[in-house]
């Protein structure tokens, strides 16, 4: 299953290359681990995850393993806004990688993820125009 993974990901990124492998793998990952989280909140076995409980479960999982490094991991591999991921979502939809509601729609990635906000606002240094009063050296 793994290599067959692999395949189709090289295969997707052949004819689309905005993307790195690694984004593919990424997405696979955050997919399992949102799927996991609204499980244990659900009390139907309704698996499907909607296109904004997927974006607040990618960025969840992307500060859990990158930390301050979540932007530029994630920019480094083509992933620089939230429709970037509904577009591997749905390379992967198309490659049955995964799969997509009737109701799926790329559009449902176009609002709900501000990198900006999300990845580098919690970790940007504070404003060195703070007033600090400086040590007194006598």
Known sequence: MKDNF??????????????????YSFVSEAVTYTAKNLMRHRN????HISGQEMLKGFAEYALQQYGPMAA?????????NAR??????????????????????LDDFNEGLDFTEVFERPFAARDCAQKLTPPIIA
């Not at 139907?44 to 698996?47: D, F, G, L, P």
């Open 44 to 47: 139907s076995e309704n698996r």
């Open 6 to 23: 692999h395949e189709t990901v090289f295969k997707i990124t052949r004819s689309d290359s905005r993307y790195a492998p690694d984004a």
């Open 72 to 80: 530029t991991v994630l920019r480094n591999w083509g992933l620089n």
């Open 84 to 105: 970037d991921v509904g577009c591997v979502v749905f390379n992967m939809v198309n490659e049955k990688l995964l799969r997509a509601s009737k109701n799926d729609s």
